[in-house]
C-alpha cells in the first residue's frame, strides 16, 4: 500500500459515494488506475464494505449505552455462546473483547430507558454465565467516526 491509496482510502472513508473521477482528480492518477486500485484493495479486504451512517436520533434511538460485562468464566463453550449472541443482536451495535476490569465492552442503542431495561433482562439477567455489568449512559455525542486515522 503506498500514499495513493492510503489517499484514496481516506477520500471514499469520509464519503464512498465519491466519484472515480473525482478520487483521480484528487490523487492525480487516472480513473483507469483508480478502479484497479479499488478493486484491489476491496479484494485484499481493506474496505470491508461500504455503508450509510445513519443518525440514531430520528429512528427513535435516543440511547447508547456503554456496557462492561464480566462473565464467570466457567467453560469456553459458554464464552462462545456469549460472544455468538452478542454479535448476532442487532441493538450492540459494538462488541470488544477487552483486558482490564471487565470482559466485555458493549455499545447498544435503545429507544429510551424501558426498551434499554428489556434489553438488559433479555441479555443479562437471562444469561447465567454473566456475573455482572454495569452500565454507563451517554449524555451527549461529542464525536463519533468510523474514519481511520491514515
Not at 459494538?94 to 476490569?101: N, P, Q, V
Amino acid at each position: 500500500m503506498d500514499a495513493i491509496d492510503r489517499k484514496l482510502l481516506d477520500q471514499v472513508q469520509q464519503n464512498a459515494r465519491t466519484s472515480i473521477q473525482s478520487l483521480a482528480e484528487t490523487t492525480g492518477i487516472s480513473t483507469a488506475s483508480v478502479q484497479r486500485r479499488m478493486r484491489l484493495l476491496r479484494d485484499a479486504g481493506v474496505i470491508r464494505r461500504e455503508v450509510a451512517i445513519l443518525d440514531p436520533k430520528p429512528l427513535g434511538l435516543s440511547i447508547t449505552a456503554i456496557v462492561a460485562v464480566e462473565l464467570e468464566r466457567d467453560r469456553v463453550d459458554q464464552i462462545d455462546a456469549f460472544k455468538r449472541k452478542a454479535r448476532e443482536d442487532r441493538q450492540v451495535t459494538h462488541f470488544y473483547c477487552i483486558a482490564g476490569d471487565a470482559d466485555f465492552i458493549l455499545i447498544v442503542m435503545a429507544q429510551d430507558i424501558g426498551d434499554y431495561e428489556a434489553f438488559t433482562h433479555r441479555f443479562f439477567f437471562a444469561d447465567k454465565n454473566v456475573r455482572k455489568f454495569r452500565t454507563s449512559i451517554v449524555v451527549s455525542t461529542e464525536k463519533a467516526t468510523s474514519e481511520l486515522p491514515i
